[in-house]
């Protein structure tokens, strides 16, 4: 089998930790001595854990150690020997300062910046692109007695309908419609 950079069967996650240079990680715990008084949890252990907290949408630190915990046997293509305990993440995000991410993530961005795409729309796309929003806004019965309409089940529902289009180069409304339900 050769060894090729299809990455063909590897997990995504895997593919992004593959695109940060081990060089760049260690210039970015040098520069800010973040390994200093970390015994179980290293720079780079720290950030794949944070890294896999924002991929899989973790809210909470337990969800991230659940998560990890059912990854078990794909720890290896993480490059984690273990999952880090509640208590030892929780101590790495208090004493380890934020500041050491800052020049990694720059870093980052300078040696990727020409492959990232630009999403911003060239002004001549802009100025004939109209965006259309409908809201809906729920009003209380007791309040405003008048609005809204009797079905035929005898139920009252009140609300208001907002349509508004938007000239996107200039994010003005061009035309709004308020509509009584």
């Known amino acids: 089998m050769n060894k090729s950079s299809d990455y063909v069967g590897q997990p995504i996650f895997t593919q992004v930790l593959s695109l940060i240079d081990e060089g760049l990680i260690q210039v970015a ?3 800010h001595n973040s390994d200093k008084f970390s015994k179980k949890l290293s720079f780079k252990d720290h950030l794949t854990t944070m890294l896999y907290c924002i991929f899989a949408r973790c809210t909470s630190i337990r969800e991230v150690e ?3 915990d059912l990854c078990q046997g794909k720890l290896n293509h993480m490059h984690l020997k273990k999952v880090p305990a509640r208590s030892t ?4 995000n208090k004493n380890r300062s934020s500041e050491a991410f800052g020049p990694l993530y720059q870093s980052l961005y300078q040696k990727y910046k020409h492959t990232i795409s630009n999403s911003l729309l060239k002004q ?3 100025s004939k692109l109209y965006i259309l929003d409908s809201s809906t806004i729920s009003l209380f019965k007791a309040i405003l007695k008048a609005a809204g309409r009797k079905r035929n089940d005898g139920k009252s529902k009140s609300g208001l309908k907002v349509h508004t289009l938007l000239k996107a180069d200039s994010n003005m409304p061009s035309f709004k419609a308020i509509i009584n339900f």
């Open 89 to 92: 993440l929780s101590d790495g």
């Open 66 to 68: 659940t998560g990890l």
């Open 29 to 31: 715990c040098k520069k």
């Open 124 to 126: 001549s796309i802009a």
